[in-house]
């Protein structure tokens, strides 16, 4: 019980203290550096002594607050600003202030052009056929900061514009052969970013083809020594050498059977084919049913029914 009372005490006696004196006003916030519409987070750390709190938001939203927590306060406006907070009690007041900077977000162009006369000039149709050049240009407001594109939206496929940019801004020259968006971000020194994006639609299916060859030769001689799907897309986008495998084709399921209806073969993977072997010992010449279910990278699906001769 005596040990109880003179705890008891000493908390009496320090509050007392701490009540008579002015008390010490201080805060801290999420960040000092920030672009126009963006908010910040406020801490009040004023010592416990403080009975009335008194802010200040200059730019800010809520301008003023009276209380001890304001919440989140937010700036629509690029400048520089002082956030305050005035604590008082009996005794006396005290003023604590930081600075806030607020950065304009910049502007971004893009446009799609066309070269008329060496001079590339905006257009408004964004169709291409397949295997055509798509050129596009994005400019970035106040100049000086860095323009990246993004191919679909996907940070991980970024593809270097400018830095620093001047007011010519960034050109790209693309070729996509299905539909493909791309974004350009505009990012100034003081972190502030504007994106835009420009979507070019392929005519894929006027030109996309898919076929079989009807026979096939694995002697390892180096040539059609594996019966596969054959596209006229390329996954080097080397777009010169006819019909090869893989690029078009999102998912597959190629099949093939003996005369018998046994399956010899089966594979998920666009880029491989049948080498004319069942459970690595070679196959008698003969001919054997293929079944493809496919979808391609444009989404549409498909199936292909047919025969090939193996010979040797």
Request: proline fraction near 5%.
């Amino acid at each position: 019980m005596r040990h109880t009372l003179l705890f008891l005490s000493f908390i009496a006696i320090w509050s007392f203290g701490l009540l008579g004196q002015a008390p010490t006003a201080n805060f801290t916030i999420s960040d000092n550096v920030l672009c126009s519409g963006e908010c910040i987070i406020i801490i009040n750390n004023s010592s416990a002594n403080s009975l009335s709190f008194t802010w200040s938001f200059p730019g800010g939203t809520p301008s003023v607050f009276n209380g001890q927590n304001p919440g989140s306060v937010c700036f629509n406006t690029p400048g520089t600003y002082t956030v305050s907070l005035t604590v008082s009690n009996t005794f006396g007041s005290n003023t604590a202030t930081q600075t806030v900077e607020v950065g304009a977000i910049p502007t971004l162009t893009t446009t799609i052009t066309d070269t008329l006369n060496g001079i590339q000039v905006p257009i408004q149709d964004t169709t291409i056929f397949m295997f055509e050049e798509a050129y596009m240009r994005a400019v970035g407001s106040p100049s000086g900061g860095t323009l990246m594109w993004y191919a679909s939206g996907n940070l991980a496929d970024s593809i270097f514009g400018c830095s620093p940019c001047t007011a010519e801004g960034s050109s790209l020259t693309v070729t996509p052969f299905y539909n493909t968006c791309y974004t350009a971000v505009y990012t100034t020194g003081n972190g502030c970013a504007a994106a835009d994006t420009i979507c070019v639609e392929v005519r894929f299916s006027d030109y996309f083809r898919i076929t079989l060859p009807n026979s096939f030769t694995p002697n390892e001689d180096g040539e059609n020594d594996v019966f596969r799907i054959l596209t006229n897309v390329d996954a080097n986008n080397n777009f010169n050498d006819g019909f090869t495998e893989g690029g078009s084709i999102a998912e597959i399921d190629f099949r093939i059977y003996d005369r018998y209806g046994k399956m010899v073969f089966r594979t998920i993977n666009p880029l491989e084919g049948w080498d004319g072997t069942y459970k690595g010992k070679p196959l008698n010449p003969a001919t054997y049913t293929y079944y493809v279910s496919y979808r391609r990278i444009d989404g549409r699906s498909g199936e292909l029914k047919g025969n090939v001769t193996l010979i040797r």
